[in-house]
């Protein structure tokens, strides 16, 4: 090879790697759709062995902090992902919800860097000791007892529960029992009773009755130490009432033993499910249960498996931000 041929497949090679790190720039890392992230067969296998579905989606995309105020204004969840309900949604309870006026609801989710911003907007025609009487299931005098791991219901009434499995790509398990750290969180939001506020003020409550000490200590300790909290506006005039969950990340979304994801972390998929619940006239509820218990990703495998895992879908947790769409309003997100 001459000097010149040299020098020019010196360049060459310069060019060529001076393109391959452009692309690589372009491409960048983090700059994937985070739902590629659920290709990798080690997620796939995860996500099998912990009773999760791929197929029930949400991007946690970062976005800006909303108010904290209950209230959800035009645009404050532009930037989030959204959800609402559809024939699609796995009723728990005899009754299936068949009007919009019944139960209806929509929802969004999203992350600050800070804390997971959860959203719900939800339509019901008779809220639960307000509009009714606070009525007691023959089976469950005790349904309203606060404070008490043995007894209460504290899901008796107008609420969502949450459910996040933090834990489920480093675990991998099936989960019959959470237990209120990384292996499974179930935190219920009920519109007219709380942990902290007693019967009448809205707010979160640990899952019971019945459960172990450490699975009910831990939930209450989410809500005590505000890990999880909320805020609501309802808006009874419209059978309507919308409440905001926020969720810190650091000591509560936990991805391995005693490690939080936080803000700048790879795209990481963790277990998440909701249900939103509703209780309106006894003569709804003939088995002294729910008039609806709607989920997300289905609830628990058949009553024949032993023992029974809870089912979910996934949150992929990124940094990006969602990208810009034109909305049908031609207004630009
Ligand atoms: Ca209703
Ligand atoms: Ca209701």
């Known amino acids: 090879m001459s000097d010149i041929e040299a020098d020019r497949a010196k360049q060459r090679g310069v060019v060529a ?5 452009i692309a690589l720039a372009c491409a960048g890392p983090g700059t994937e759709p985070p739902e590629r992230s659920l290709e990798a067969p080690g997620v796939q296998e995860a996500a099998a062995r912990a009773m999760a579905s791929l197929d029930r989606r949400l991007v946690c995309w970062r976005g800006e902090t909303p108010r904290f105020d209950g209230r959800i204004d035009e645009d404050e969840y532009a930037d989030a992902s959204s959800f609402r309900w559809n024939a699609e949604w796995i009723e728990a309870m005899q009754q299936e919800i068949s009007s919009r006026q019944d139960l209806d609801f929509e929802g969004w989710i999203k992350h600050d860097g ?8 939800v339509t019901d025609d008779l809220f639960y000791g307000i509009d009714t009487e ?8 005790d349904a309203h007892v606060m404070g008490e791991r043995e007894r209460g ?8 529960e949450v459910l996040l499995y933090g834990r489920m790509l480093d675990v991998g398990e099936p989960i019959s029992d959470v237990t209120g750290d990384g292996r499974g969180v179930q935190i219920i939001y009920n519109l007219t ?11 979160m409550l640990p899952h019971g009755p019945g459960r172990t000490v450490e699975n009910w200590e831990n939930n209450a300790r989410w ?44 795209d990481t998929p963790i277990g998440f499910n909701l249900a939103v619940g509703d209780v309106d006239l006894a003569e709804n509820s003939p088995d002294g249960l729910l008039h609806h218990e709607t989920w997300w990703a289905g609830k628990t495998t058949p009553r024949d498996r032993s023992p029974r895992a809870k089912l979910w879908g996934v949150l992929v947790l990124t940094s990006q931000r969602k990208p810009v769409q034109a909305s049908g309003s031609g207004r630009l997100y």
């Open 193 to 203: 009773k709380s942990h902290e506020g007693g019967v009448g003020v809205p707010g």
């Open 17 to 21: 790697v001076l393109a391959s790190a």
């Open 153 to 160: 219901w504290p899901w008796f009434g107008d609420m969502v």
């Open 223 to 266: 809500i005590l130490d505000d890990v999880i909290e909320t805020r609501t506006v309802m808006i009874a005039r419209e059978n309507r009432y919308m409440v905001e969950f926020r969720i810190r990340l650091e000591g509560g979304i936990e991805i391995t033993d005693g490690g939080y994801w936080a803000d700048g972390d790879a």
């Open 114 to 121: 800070k804390h997971v911003h959860l959203a719900l907007d």
């Open 134 to 141: 606070r009525w007691l299931p023959p089976q469950a005098p």
